[in-house]
Nanobody, 123 residues
């Protein structure tokens, strides 16, 4: 079992920045691909970004490409999401996810999920 805990959400003005973190505990973190998803009120969960254990990639959804950066520190069992030039449409609950192969991310699925952290961007 991998336990994921997100942190860093909050309220930011449009054009501002936030940095989310997700720390894994429990079962060995080694080898897991990590991703961020988000879900806005009344909408389905959508993929944001993913990164492999080796930091290969990373991979981004078109609507965040060039603004968001995913990174990881395997020594700290932590993955980050740096969000810049934020827009009101980025408002959502952001979820960290872990999957050994990373293939499940394509179906918006994962082996493990965090509890989510709320991000609100005001206009």
């Amino acid at each position: 079992q991998v336990h994921l805990v997100e942190a860093g959400g909050g309220l930011v003005q449009a054009g501002g920045s936030l940095r989310l973190s997700c720390t894994a505990s429990g079962r060995a973190f080694n080898g897991y691909s990590m991703a961020w998803f988000r879900q806005a009120p009344g909408k389905g969960r959508e993929f944001v970004a993913a990164i492999r254990w080796s930091a290969e990639g990373p991979y981004y959804a078109d609507y965040v490409k060039g603004r968001f950066t995913i990174s990881r520190d395997n020594a700290k069992n932590t993955v980050y999401l740096q969000m810049n030039s934020m827009k009101p449409e980025d408002t959502a609950a952001y979820y960290c996810a872990a999957d050994l192969s990373g293939l499940a991310f394509k179906a918006n699925k994962a082996q493990y999920w965090g509890q989510g952290t709320q991000v609100t961007v005001s206009s």
